[in-house]
């Protein structure tokens, strides 16, 4: 009991070990539109705000959010951010965590420690790999007690419980689609084309562009890629650019017209073999 109050705050993974992540992530790095990131900040980071008025009129101190969407888009970017504020205690629950160990007094063990260190936000990243629906094959006990602990005899109280997934169709509706376990499902689509064009001018903000290139124009041409793989067109460019020893006088990357389409043509052949993992 003592140990587990020096956790109090921190990011915490399996066994009580905390994460230091590689660095310190805020809100000025999640590139899409206002409204979802209205909506992210007033179910967490906002929430905490209205603990008195919760407790007040007797309405349970607690949140479930679904981030849902295709790869590489800012789902694991963030539960970074959150964990970076310092605000919350952070659980992060990775498919891992489950392996060679007891997934009911896992589930447990996580939301007790979870309410003595609160304000806590667990985080499930890619819960579909974890729990599945139960008309699946796959072993339904940690499904059962998430659901036990979301809404059962045992009332968790200044817990946010996050879950990613690229997948939400294969979530089990008792879970997805069931008031009072998760409040909130946040769509993070591929960008449109005026956050692909923030993203362009955000990646590139370090560079030099010649005068032939237009960010719309490479907005249109980019239809159809994730934030991953716009990030990936900048760094491609950014790498031909060097190869052909293109800088100013001072030393800045100047990123030609040509560099761009070859950029766009290549970010283009990898979306069509592989899925991006993440959007970080």
């Keep these: 009991m003592f140990s587990d109050y020096f956790l109090k705050g921190k990011i915490i993974a399996k066994d009580r070990d905390t994460i230091c992540l590689d660095r310190s992530y805020s809100f000025d790095e999640l590139i899409l539109n206002d409204e979802k ?10 929430f905490l705000k209205n603990k008195d008025i919760f407790e007040k009129h007797n309405i349970p101190f607690k949140r479930g959010i679904i981030l849902e969407g295709p790869p590489g888009n800012g789902k694991t970017l963030i539960g970074k951010i959150l964990a970076s504020t310092g605000l919350f205690t952070f659980m992060w629950i990775t498919s891992r965590d489950f ?17 003595k260190l609160a304000p806590t936000i667990i985080f499930w990243e890619d819960i579909d790999l ?11 006990t940690i499904l059962g007690e998430l659901l036990n ?6 009332t968790i109280s200044g817990i946010i419980t996050i879950a990613t997934t690229n997948v939400s169709e294969v979530l089990d509706k008792a879970l997805s689609h069931r008031p009072n376990r998760f409040d909130v499902r946040i769509h ?3 960008p449109d084309h005026s956050t692909r064009m923030k993203m362009l001018s955000k990646f590139m903000e370090d560079m030099v562009l010649s005068e032939d290139i237009k960010l719309d124009i490479v907005a249109e041409k980019s239809n159809g890629f994730s934030g991953a793989c716009m990030k990936e067109l900048v ?3 950014k790498k031909i650019a060097i190869l052909d020893s ?29 899925k991006p993992v993440g959007f970080l």
């Design 37 to 46: 990131i209205q909506l992210i900040m007033e179910n967490t980071v906002d």
């Design 99 to 115: 392996g060679g160990f007891n997934s009911v007094e896992r589930v447990k063990e996580m939301y007790n420690l979870g309410n």
């Design 130 to 140: 974890i729990i599945s629906d139960r008309t699946s094959n796959k072993d339904t």
């Design 149 to 154: 602990q979301l809404d059962g005899l045992n």
């Design 188 to 190: 993070i689509d591929n």
């Design 235 to 237: 760094l491609e460019a």
């Design 246 to 274: 293109s800088f100013n006088a001072s030393g800045k990357i100047i990123i030609k017209k040509g560099c761009i389409e070859q950029s766009i043509e290549k970010t283009k052949k990898i979306t069509e073999t592989a």
